[in-house]
Each structure stands twice: as structure tokens, then as C-alpha cells.
Nanobody, 122 residues
Framework: QVQLVESGGGLVQAGGSLRLSCAAS????????MGWYRQAPGKQREVVAR???????NYADSVKGRFTISRDNGKSTVYLQMNSLQPEDTAVYYC????????????????WGQGTQVTVSS
């Protein structure tokens, strides 16, 4: 089992910044990629940003230039620095981790955190 613990959400005014953190723990052999997704009320969950163990990143068009994803491989932790936040960024943000619990290919995992609320007021 792998557990993901998120932190850093909250209420911020438009134009402000927040930093989300997500730490993975448990039976981890290798984390291949980690990422952040978000789900606004009445909308589907969407990818915000992902990062691989090698440092490759990809972002949703709506956050490019404003959000930065990074990770500490040694701590199996991923961060999301969110700048210039706008009311449309309001959502529950979820952390995701994919990898392996052992050297066996069959031990792959794909886990989600419980989510952290980000609210941006206008």
C-alpha cells in the first residue's frame, strides 16, 4: 500500500500564490511519475501538471506560465507552486502517484490522495 498526504491548500485572493505538497509513503520500490489534478464543482477531474522521475514535466494549457511542478525524488514528494491564482483555479486538488511496489512488473500502483481545497476569491 502507498499513502499520499497532501497539504498547502487554502483560501487566497486573486493574484495570490499557494504551494501544494504531496508526500508518498508506504511500500514503494520506485515512483515513476507524480502529478496534480483538480476537480471544480460540477466538472470532471482534469490534469493540472505531471512530472516524471527524470524531471520531464507537462502542464495543462490553462496553468502554463503560472504553475510550476517539482519533486524531491529522495523524499517521494511532489510540489505545485501556484502563482497568479484566479477564481477559475478554485477546485479540489488531488495528488497522484504511479510506480512499483517491488521489482515485479505486476506490482505497479496508481494511487490518489484525498484532495486539498483551493479557493481563490475575486
Amino acid at each position: 500500500q502507498v499513502q499520499l498526504v497532501e497539504s498547502g491548500g487554502g483560501l487566497v485572493q486573486a493574484g495570490g500564490s499557494l504551494r501544494l505538497s504531496c508526500a508518498a509513503s508506504g511500500t514503494i520500490f520506485r515512483v515513476v511519475s507524480m502529478g496534480w489534478y483538480r476537480q471544480a464543482p460540477g466538472k470532471q477531474r482534469e490534469v493540472v501538471a505531471r512530472i516524471t522521475s527524470g524531471g520531464s514535466t507537462n502542464y495543462a494549457d490553462s496553468v502554463k506560465g503560472r504553475f510550476t511542478i517539482s519533486r524531491d525524488n529522495g523524499k517521494s514528494t511532489v510540489y505545485l507552486q501556484m502563482n497568479s491564482l484566479q477564481p477559475e483555479d478554485t477546485a479540489v486538488y488531488y495528488c497522484n502517484a504511479r510506480g512499483y511496489e517491488s521489482h515485479h512488473v505486476s506490482s505497479s500502483f496508481d494511487y490518489w490522495g484525498q484532495g486539498t481545497q483551493v479557493t481563490v476569491s475575486s
